[in-house]
């Protein structure tokens, strides 16, 4: 595997369920983000997790948590998640001091 | 609060007619300017990054350009491959980015 893998690729979860998505850099970068892309909107940042430390949470609302075990790993727990948070979920990584990052291909989620 | 405007928000070309696409930005003191391309369905990749007035950077047919208030990407006699959304972005703080909407780009053969 290279660059920023993310799992799974599509999810349907009801809205009383609890699921996760994954993320992985094979980069040996060591900052990871979260990012919601809706349609017709710009990418909204979530969180950002330096050196396993989360140094950015954008009022996020408490249905999403984050958890970043390593820097090679991010997830992101979902619960009594809304309709209106069906959109694609993409996982990102930079070096702390190379503010260049890269992407995966996302998780596209849909609530139902 | 730094905001990124990108213009045109759709644009659509016959192959081989170049054009340029618009990033215009507020921010107190920039520190990066990013240009990513996405295709439908998958993440953006990484094409560009900007630090100060005047820089340009070149990759095959795309050339982007940084004034003090907006960026260009120029494309030149784009190809039907180079259709996707092209994303600007701005660093704002530390570790943050601030992203346009987008300009999506379609090219006809």
Redesign the interface.
């Known amino acids: 595997e290279t660059g920023v893998t993310q799992t799974p690729r599509h999810l349907v979860m009801g809205m009383t369920n609890k699921k996760s998505l994954k993320c992985e850099q094979h980069l040996g970068h060591n900052a990871m983000y979260w990012y919601k892309q809706s349609a017709k909107k710009p990418l909204e940042l979530m969180f950002v997790y330096s050196l396993e430390e989360r140094v950015e949470n954008n009022s996020v609302p408490s249905r999403f948590s984050p958890e970043c075990p390593n820097s090679s790993h991010l997830f992101l727990h979902l619960h009594t998640l809304q309709p209106e948070d069906s959109a694609l979920y993409l996982c990102a990584s930079s070096q702390t001091r190379n503010y260049e990052q890269y992407f995966g291909p996302g998780t596209r989620l849909t609530v139902t | 609060e730094d905001q990124?405007t990108q213009s045109p928000e759709a644009l659509r070309l016959q192959e081989g007619e170049s054009s340029s696409l618009n990033c215009s930005y507020t921010v107190s003191g920039l520190?990066?300017l990013?240009w990513?391309r996405q295709d439908p369905?998958?993440?953006?990749?990484?094409l560009f990054?900007l630090y100060s007035a005047g820089e340009e950077k070149e990759k095959e047919r795309l050339k982007a350009t940084l004034t003090k208030k907006e960026s260009f990407l120029h494309i030149t006699a784009p190809k039907p491959e180079d259709s996707a959304t092209y994303?600007c972005?701005v660093?704002e703080g530390?570790?943050?980015?601030?992203?346009?909407?987008?300009t999506r780009l379609t090219i006809n053969p």
Do not use: C, S
């Not at chain 2, 369905?41 to 990484?46: D, I, L, M, T």
């Not at chain 2, 530390?94 to 987008?102: E, H, I, M, T, Y």
């Open positions: 990124v520190r990066g990013f990513y369905g998958k993440g953006p990749e990484f990054t994303l972005a660093q530390a570790q943050k980015l601030v992203f346009g909407q987008g």
